[in-house]
């Protein structure tokens, strides 16, 4: 994922026309639109607006223990997770303290367990914290919060991957799709529904 937004790109395609056709000649549309498509087309290091480097660290980890790669797509970062994940928190400030807090008790419990911060612990220790979070079901209180933020940050992970692009073909999504003559719904599907066609 580049570093322009999704709304600076909508922006620069709905203003680039209308500019172009009112005060630039055709040489200089041409030229501003070479511009355009050269500063979308360089991958720029993501810098986040809301995480802070060590949450952005942690918050690239644990997307991709949530959503790994596999034969199918890339993993949750690959599809661009986290710049999502910041936009959402500066998009919807309530959810600001929440990510805050529950990121810093996952780095808390990871320094409690295992003497050193999530960042810094092993693949197989942050598979073992988040293993003792992850499932509502834990019957321990002391981690309640723990529980109820992991699940939020695995919803939000979610939602950010299965909306990426990345995500809709992982999804192999056939909608969207232009279909020239409909002769109505299948057979198979009016039969098993118990519906005819009248």
Request: aromatic share 10%; hydrophobic share 45%.
């Amino acid at each position: 994922m580049s570093t322009v937004s999704r709304r600076k790109a909508l922006q620069l395609l709905a203003a680039g026309p209308a500019a172009a056709a009112l005060v630039w000649t055709p040489a200089e549309a041409r030229q501003a639109h070479e511009h355009a498509q050269q500063a979308t087309a360089l991958p720029k290091a993501f810098a986040p607006k809301f995480f802070k480097a060590n949450e952005y660290a942690m918050v690239t980890i644990l997307v991709d223990l949530i959503i790994p790669r596999d034969e199918r797509s890339g993993s949750a970062t690959d599809a661009g997770v986290p710049p999502f994940m910041d936009f959402m928190m500066i998009d919807q400030p309530r959810r600001q303290v929440a990510m805050r807090g529950g990121l810093a008790l996952i780095d808390r419990l990871a320094n409690d367990r295992f003497g050193r911060r999530f960042v810094a612990a092993t693949d197989a220790e942050r598979r073992q914290l988040l293993d003792e979070i992850a499932y509502t079901s834990n019957a321990d209180p002391g981690l309640s919060q723990a529980v109820t933020f992991f699940n939020s940050f695995r919803d939000l992970t979610a939602s950010g991957f299965w909306s990426s692009k990345m995500g809709v073909a992982d999804l192999q999504y056939q909608g969207n799709v232009f279909v020239s003559e409909w002769k109505g719904c299948p057979g198979d599907a009016l039969a098993k529904l118990g519906v005819k066609y009248e």
